[in-house]
């Protein structure tokens, strides 16, 4: 059976002539200029809403910062925000000490959410579940994050500078093994 017989067979001739004869089209043509209509009002909102939006532009900074520095998309700012907070234990001060810490475990805390280990009870069970990465220093992080919590709830708490650097290294530690770098 040829092409030919088989088009005239189902009526698809029969179908492509009524379809396009002029009496079809002059009463489509009201449906064509509404559904023109709503595929251009869809067009410009879906333009408009791209170009409000900050999606596009995350987007595309994002490959290209990663192209041009060499590092991943935030690298530069987390690196930023660590520097930061290795800065306040430069000042000697105790209580410089114990916002670091606070500081760091915050940081971390950022870290394994940004890595999508935000879900859990608390900060513990986050780590446990973020574990295998940091599995070498996993007692270490939770030691750390202790000596955190004895800091902000426990006014007197006293801490030295060795005890402090060697928390905030734990804490640089475990952010850059989950990520940071």
Not at 104 to 130: H, M, P, Q
């Amino acid at each position: 059976m040829s092409w030919e017989a088989i088009y005239n067979y189902f009526g698809i001739k029969d179908f492509i002539y009524f379809i396009s004869s002029s009496q079809i089209q002059d009463m489509l043509f009201p449906v064509k200029l509404i559904f023109i209509f709503f595929s251009l009002f869809f067009l410009v909102a879906v333009i408009y809403f791209m170009l409000n939006s900050s999606w596009l532009q995350y987007k595309f900074l994002e490959d290209v910062t990663e192209f041009f520095s060499w590092q991943a998309f935030g690298q530069r700012e987390m690196e930023k925000q660590w520097s930061r907070i290795k800065k306040r234990t430069e000042s000697g001060s105790e209580s410089d000490y114990k916002l670091a810490i606070i500081d760091a475990d915050d940081f971390l805390a950022e870290v394994l959410d940004n890595r999508g280990y935000d879900e859990g009870e608390d900060f513990e069970t986050i780590l446990k579940k973020a574990g295998r990465l940091i599995a070498s220093i996993l007692d270490d992080v939770l030691n750390a994050h202790k000596t955190r919590n004895s800091i902000v709830y426990n006014p007197d708490y006293k801490l030295s500078a060795d005890e402090a650097k060697k928390i905030l290294a734990t804490y640089e530690s475990a952010a850059k093994e989950i990520g940071m770098s």
